[in-house]
């Protein structure tokens, strides 16, 4: 597993994600209201709707097409068996976002 | 501002729970904290242990807080380390292997520990118990006992209180014979009268325990092992494994050595300090206020709020006055509530009393001037909660006093769950009521577990896990109608719309995140409460309004409305359905530019460019300078005309030229559903305006007829006649008044026909029309305060809001590598 830095936090407002791509991977990148960072495969295994754009509170992210929700921690759905594909993130000292894949 | 160092001797409930208590009053920033314990794990529900024992719940459910949780809130733990030694003067604690801490503030909370009575033969030489006894306390004792039990064939139990008899139950699990002997003369005292003992013997005995009343143990026989108790009376019995549970010891010896006040525990003042040392805190069983020490948890939790409002400076008058013991329990399959006093102690004192012992039922409540000090109830408890509130307040109780013991008249009366009020306490060693585990399931929490972890409900005793569960069952599947929440605005607070207005205005409210942190369960933030609290906010505070844009949805976000596939419709204004040949020109341009995959016009008589990926949106806007049609939230959407009074010759007045006024007014109006309007020039109604949310008829004369609530939508309704007035401008003023009243009433998404129908159109019309409260100015104003605070969003292409507020993908920025 490598570790690529992305871009800068700056990158992402607080409480929302965006959808980034590294070594031809898509990957969503969220940013919460607390501070924290987490990133999820891009679609929502429902109906492909981009999950960057659904709507992040503390750490559950709900799509925006049928509002599907998912915990960011663990990529597991709420109530339901559906699981995202979750990468390990963190921000480094200098505020860059570094992706694992 | 240097960390104060806080040490806490003692990782059982109570000082684990202190410490949650601290760090909830940001006490992070306020304390280096560092734990001990004796035991070497985080800290667990003693309480549960008898679940543990009796093999109806595994030892990792039991646990509190994990290790983890020691590490994310940077506690220092050392478990497995006793304290031996507090040095006040020095202000440092040291353990058995020397280790020696400072602390600034120091919490004792090492709890109690099993008593066992110096019975002869008990001990070894080596002052450990002898083999195949045990206590009945710990983790490690129920590990020994569940192996015990294994190899056994029958077992002893001497003390026949509620952790004897559910040791009992244990054994019996294990196919052991058992034998609870009981020196009192009978069972459970501390929550018993004679009769109710003697009923709760029979269910005993009826599952096999035998129970042995005043019978008082000299002597524990075998040389090497446990072979059989003698007893006072000469006669004896014989058992391979016995378990010692006759009461309890607090663990004040350390108090004793750092020459604090110690009586039958560390002795404290009403903040929960030792009443010789202002830097030495002491709560749960180890601490003795105003005379007594408690054993039970409920006041465990009481007196670690005290302690941390007290250390935390969150309120430095905090005091602990005392707990008032009621309890709810189930010994060995029978359901028993208990709470004060079990006899009555001075003459004029009242005894209600049931009693029907074949089923095993049995009540009693002891009543001194008309309120409740004592009672039992046994085998049935369903008046238990409405008691146990009542005995905690000490309210005064209904005259007909049979009512206390029963539900009378009519069909069955258990108290359903959707019956029992917001306020009634589900969980009553955590304090927490069924409003509060609403609130936790619409927070997202959907399973028993899920709560119980949030709210604490179920972890104290764990008796009222039963409840929990069907209580969180009832709030997350259906149900509805009954559910209270549907009337509150937002799920996660559980207020009704006025009430959080006046919350909102009262504290200032002004941005989603301030309304989360200051309202919302927990402070937390609840991902689709986010909208409905955006939209209120804005109607309220209009150009004060703090924006946060991850409250939006995503179409508020970029301004359109997104498709099934991530791209979005673009809906240029075209108030009226009026447009120009230029116009239509540009707009083929723009979608012959862009590649737009549908152009389609839409049931506002607009034309919709849809499939537009979201980074190329503001390009489109660009290129067709048209200003936004808002055709994506929920706010005022468009105003749709027929051809009125300069064309059609049946026209009456000019619905064109109103219905550009009155987009040009309400434009962008966020409101909490969308809203459609109309303008017809006569009652032929060919633009639909009398199903609209807000429609206009001109009937002649200069006069028009306003609708309001209709629908031609999933549900169909023509709109109710508010009124008629006599110009343009009244047309104007009254509908921007019935919207501003919508806007501040309505429940999100609550469309006008459902609105309409909820309020009524007589008092609609007694407030907009008729100003019967008063308000007509201020609503108003208030519409012409929003109004004036509406921009074009789509001017954001050349400013956007925040980063990458359009970007679809954004390319890792890889360092360039020096190969």
Not at chain 1, 50 to 72: I, N, Q
Not at chain 2, 22 to 35: H, K, N, P
Not at chain 2, 105 to 126: E, N, W, Y
Not at chain 2, 474 to 495: K, R, T
């Amino acid at each position: 597993m490598n570790e690529y830095p992305i871009g800068a936090l700056a990158q992402i407002p607080k409480g929302e994600g965006r959808n980034f791509e590294v070594e031809g991977v898509k990957v969503a990148v969220f940013h919460t209201q607390r501070g924290e960072i987490f990133a999820t495969q891009p679609d929502c295994p429902h109906r492909k709707g981009p999950l960057a754009d659904g709507l992040v509170g503390e750490s559950t992210v709900v799509c925006p097409l049928h509002d599907r929700s998912y915990d960011l921690k663990s990529g597991k759905e709420l109530g339901a068996d559906c699981v995202l594909k979750t990468y390990r993130v963190r921000t480094a000292p200098d505020g860059t976002i570094m992706l694992a894949l | 501002m240097t960390k104060q160092r806080l040490v806490v001797i003692g990782n059982g409930m109570a000082g684990a729970r202190a410490v949650e208590e601290v760090l909830a009053r940001g006490g992070a920033d306020l304390f280096e904290i560092t734990m001990f314990g004796d035991e070497p794990y985080g800290n667990y529900n003693r309480i549960l242990l008898s679940n543990i024992l009796s093999g109806v719940q595994d030892k990792s459910e039991i646990f509190l807080n994990p290790l983890d949780w020691y590490a994310e809130n940077n506690i220092t733990l050392h478990s497995g380390a006793r304290v031996t030694d507090i040095d006040r003067a020095a202000h440092a604690v040291k353990t058995a292997n020397s280790t020696v801490v400072h602390y600034d503030k120091l919490l004792i909370a090492t709890g109690s520990r099993a008593f066992i009575p110096p019975i002869q033969g008990v001990f070894q030489a080596d002052g450990s118990l002898k083999s195949g006894v045990f206590g009945f306390r710990t983790i490690n004792d129920c590990d020994g006992i569940v192996a015990a039990a294994k190899q056994s064939r029958k077992a002893a139990v001497i003390g026949g209180g509620l952790l004897g008899l559910e040791a009992a139950r244990g054994l019996l699990n294990h196919g052991c014979e058992v034998h609870v002997i009981h020196l009192g003369p009978h069972l459970m005292e501390m929550q018993l009268d004679s009769q109710g003992g003697a009923i709760l013997k029979a269910g005993m005995e009826k599952m096999g325990v035998h129970v042995h009343l005043k019978m008082s143990t000299t002597a524990v026989l075998g040389k090497d092992k446990v072979e059989g108790l003698a007893f006072k009376d000469g006669t004896t019995l014989d058992c391979d494994m016995l378990v010692v549970s006759a009461g309890i010891r607090p663990n004040a010896e350390l108090g004793t050595r750092a020459g604090l006040t110690v009586e039958r525990a560390i002795v404290v003042d009403n903040h929960m300090r030792s009443v010789d040392d202002m830097n030495v805190y002491v709560v749960g069983e180890c601490a003795q206020h105003r005379g007594k020490v408690y054993g039970l948890v409920a006041p465990l939790w009481d007196q670690a709020k005290v302690f941390a409002d007290h250390i935390t400076g969150a309120n430095p008058q905090a005091q602990y006055v005392g707990s008032k013991l009621a309890t709810k329990l189930k010994v060995m399959g029978v359901e028993l509530a208990s709470m004060g006093v079990t006899d009555a102690t001075e003459e004029s004192d009242e005894t209600v009393q049931f009693s029907e012992p074949k089923r095993g039922i049995y009540k009693k409540l002891i009543v001194r001037e008309g309120r409740l000090i004592g009672g039992i109830l046994m085998g049935d408890i369903e008046k238990a909660a409405f008691l146990m509130q009542t005995f905690d307040r000490d309210s005064p109780l209904p005259e007909e006093r049979l009512s206390l013991l029963f539900d009378l008249g009519g069909p069955s009366q258990k108290v359903t769950i959707d019956e029992m009020p917001a306020d009634t306490q589900v969980c009553n060693c955590n304090g927490v009521t069924k409003g509060k585990i609403g609130a936790c399931v619409a927070s997202g929490k959907k399973t028993a577990k899920g709560v119980m972890e949030a709210t604490r409900a179920g972890m104290g005793c764990g008796s009222c896990k039963s409840l929990v569960n069907e209580v969180v069952a009832w709030f997350a599947g259906g149900a509805l109608e009954e559910d209270p929440s549907v009337h509150y605005y937002v799920p996660c607070i559980p207020l009704k719309k006025p009430e959080l207005i006046t919350a909102i205005r009262e504290q200032n409210l002004k941005s989603v995140s301030a309304v989360f942190k200051a309202l919302a369960f927990d402070g937390r933030e609840d991902p689709l409460s986010k909208p409905p609290l955006a939209s209120l906010l804005l109607t309220l505070w209009a150009g004060e309004y703090e924006d946060e844009r991850d409250a939006r949805f995503i179409n508020d976000r970029v301004h359109g409305n997104i498709q099934k596939d991530g791209t979005f419709s673009i809906v240029p204004e075209m108030p009226g359905g009026i447009t120009s040949a230029a116009e239509l020109r540009r707009i083929a341009d723009v979608a012959d530019k862009h590649n737009v995959p549908l152009v389609k016009l839409t049931g506002g008589q607009r034309i919709d460019l849809v499939g537009v990926p979201k980074d190329q949106m503001p390009a489109v806007w660009r290129d067709l300078d048209m200003p936004a049609g808002w055709a994506w939230g929920k706010s005022y959407r468009t105003c749709k005309s027929c051809i009125g009074i300069d064309y059609c010759r049946f026209g009456l007045g000019d619905s064109m030229g109103l219905a550009v006024k009155i987009e040009g007014k309400f434009r962008g109006i966020d409101s909490p559903a969308k809203l459609k309007l109309a303008t017809a020039g006569c009652p032929r109604n060919c633009s639909e305006a009398m199903v609209k949310d807000v429609g206009a008829v001109a009937i002649g004369d200069g006069k028009w007829e306003i609708y309001i609530g209709g629908a031609a939508g999933a549900h169909v309704r023509k709109g109710d006649v508010l009124c008629t007035v006599d110009s343009e401008d009244a047309v104007l003023k009254l509908c921007g008044r019935f919207m501003q009243f919508y806007r501040e009433n309505a429940k999100w998404k609550e469309r006008t026909y459902t609105f309409v129908e909820r309020i009524g159109l007589e008092r609609i019309r007694a407030v907009v029309v008729d100003d019967a409260d008063g308000i007509a100015a201020a609503l108003d104003d208030a519409m012409e305060v929003s109004t004036a605070a509406v921009y074009d969003p789509w001017k954001e292409r050349d400013a956007p809001k925040t980063a990458n507020q359009f970007a679809t993908l954004i390319p890792a920025e890889l360092p360039v590598g020096d190969d």
